[in-house]
């Protein structure tokens, strides 16, 4: 729902000769991506990292003498490894609230320069973090459930590696290297899960912002990635609009679409890194 109508305030800021102004593209920084991982997933990639490496050595003495208590120690490895996690994933949920908190500003001022450029109007005071709380919430929530999947994945194909290692008496380089890949697998995914969370939250803060000013049209802005969506890639520059009466009029000479369904917006399919920016409409 519109809490103000940016389109009065702009006319009354400026005579604008334009029937249509397009807000400047906001492109998240990937160092936010880079926090997001550093901080909130690292730490559980590097405690998996260090558990395999104890994992790896118990494995190793239990294949050469295989006695009957060894299996418990490696079992004690895993769960020493999981209580770690336990401990850790408090601090993790407070540096993920940051994080979420310090991305919701970080696109707040965004938004604010690219009205302010676009149309002189300051929405300043008008704008607080308390607008798109429950957004905020939602990813907080996610992102924690993914934090927890990502060691819960760690810990069950560790285990698995462990256990039908011991079963069929592999040699303790293999399940090494399998040890260690299932850690690679869990790094890889969290930088993954890091820019696609980044991409998804900064995408509907952005629609939100919008709404909340009373805009409704806005244009796809492709990623230009090197294996785009073909459909994503042919949308770009095109209109939208939800909102049925705009539907069908022309803007700046094209033609205003009814929008795909919402979770093929920009940046909401995985790893989809297309945008969208904002159309003032003035008549
Ligand atoms: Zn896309």
């Not at 490894?81 to 001022?109: H, P, Y």
């Not at 993914?146 to 380089?173: C, W, Y």
Request: hydrophobic share 35%; charged share 25%; with cysteine.
């Amino acid at each position: 729902m519109p809490r103000y109508d940016l389109a009065s305030m702009a006319r009354r800021q400026r005579n604008f000769r334009r029937s249509a102004i397009v807000f400047r593209d906001i492109r998240p920084p990937a160092m936010l991506a880079t926090d997001l991982y550093q901080r909130c997933y690292k730490p559980v990639v590097d405690l998996w990292a260090s558990a395999a490496d104890t994992i790896i050595a118990q494995y190793a003495s239990t294949i050469d003498t295989m006695t009957t208590d060894a299996p418990a120690d490696i079992s004690g490895a895993i769960d020493g490894a999981s209580n770690t996690f336990d401990r850790l994933f408090i601090t993790l949920t407070a540096s993920l609230r940051d994080w979420v908190l310090r991305t919701e500003q970080w696109q707040r001022g965004s938004w604010r320069g690219a009205v302010l450029s676009a149309t002189g109007v300051d929405l300043g005071t008008l704008l607080g973090p308390a607008d798109v709380r429950a957004t905020m919430d939602t990813y907080i929530e996610w992102n924690t459930k993914l934090i927890r999947n990502v060691s819960d994945e760690a810990r069950k194909k560790i285990g698995d590696a462990v256990f039908s290692g011991l079963t069929q008496r592999q040699p303790a380089r293999d399940v090494a290297a399998r040890i260690r890949e299932v850690v690679g697998m869990s790094q890889r995914r969290s930088i993954n899960i890091a820019s696609d969370q980044l991409s998804k939250i900064s995408s509907e803060l952005a629609d939100e912002r919008r709404r909340e000013a009373g805009l409704s049209v806005w244009q796809w802005v492709s990623s230009h990635k090197l294996h785009p969506r073909e459909w994503h890639q042919a949308r770009d520059g095109n209109l939208y609009s939800e909102e049925a009466d705009m539907q069908g009029k022309t803007v700046n000479g094209k033609t205003v679409a009814e929008p795909p369904a919402r979770d093929d917006w920009p940046g909401r399919p995985p790893y989809c890194g297309c945008r969208s920016k904002s159309v003032l409409v003035l008549d």
